[in-house]
């Protein structure tokens, strides 16, 4: 199929994926786009991007579509990933939005949650902090995770994990606490039912509706996200993002990405190695 992708269908499917997802892929990635998309060529019978474009656009292509998606943002992720945002729950934000929350359930966000490393990686950290100030116990903190992809969420869901998955950021002493191994050998392992059920999986689209989402946020982790969208699909998506929070709720970005033109809808705060954006 390689061959086959010529500069013009290259820049049609780039077209494509922008106005689906908004993953503005930019020149030079014709490799990881024939590479990814292969098997699904060789699934359907078709032989170049022409057909598999005019498909996906047709009535009978949404199937296809959606695992045109699912292919292009499958990502690799990991456990408590830069570590800091997390620490910066435990030690100050998790007291603070529960003072904010008045009695109420603190309601957190993980978007592109992929296959879950996200948002098991945020309940542990608040059951950790439960167990540490027991008068944290009484407060309930609900996470909802979404995705764009059917796949990883559907992992996520089943929250099963390899040796070599939880060796990307997850340490023997949590995972001994907070998993059950699965096999004798200790080689697959599954998240705790306390640690699951403070998560709930939703697919989602962050270009469409918010409204699955179901009311007000104090949290939204958007993390490593952002980098993949046009400047003007950042600034959209970001908008939406200040209306889904309460007032003084709380976005945390990724380590490499800023508010860009939505600047005025939040105020920056620094904590010790990083920042968050406290909603106007």
Request: glycine share 8%.
């Amino acid at each position: 199929m390689s061959k086959s992708l010529t500069p013009t269908s290259y820049q049609a499917f780039c077209d494509f994926l922008e106005n689906a997802c908004g993953i503005l892929l930019g020149a030079g990635k014709e490799y990881l786009v024939s590479s990814r998309l292969r098997p699904l060529f060789q699934e359907n019978g078709l032989e170049n991007m022409d057909q598999l474009l005019a498909k996906v656009k047709g009535f009978s292509g949404r199937d296809l579509k959606q695992q045109v998606i699912d292919a292009m943002t499958t990502n690799e992720t990991l456990w408590f990933r830069d570590m800091h945002p997390y620490n910066y729950l435990q030690e100050t934000l998790a007291e603070e939005l529960v003072k904010k929350a008045k009695g109420r359930a603190v309601r957190i966000w993980s978007a592109a949650c992929s296959t879950g490393q996200e948002p098991y990686s945020l309940s542990i950290c608040l059951e950790e902090v439960a167990r540490r100030k027991p008068g944290m116990l009484a407060s309930r903190f609900d996470i909802v995770a979404t995705d764009i992809a059917p796949s990883v969420l559907q992992a996520a869901k089943i929250a099963e994990y390899d040796s070599l998955a939880l060796s990307r950021g997850m340490s023997s002493e949590r995972l001994n606490m907070f998993f059950d191994p699965l096999d004798k050998g200790k080689e697959q392992w599954k998240v705790k039912e306390g640690i699951r059920r403070r998560v709930t999986f939703r697919a989602l689209n962050l270009q469409e509706s918010y409204i699955g989402l179901g009311g007000k946020l104090d949290l939204i982790f958007c993390r490593n996200v952002l980098i993949y969208f046009s400047a003007d699909n950042k600034k959209k998506i970001l908008e939406k993002m200040h209306k889904q929070l309460n007032r003084g709720g709380v976005l945390i970005l990724g380590a490499s990405e800023s508010l860009g033109t939505a600047g005025d809808l939040f105020e920056m705060k620094q904590y010790p190695n990083g920042l968050i954006y406290i909603a106007k």
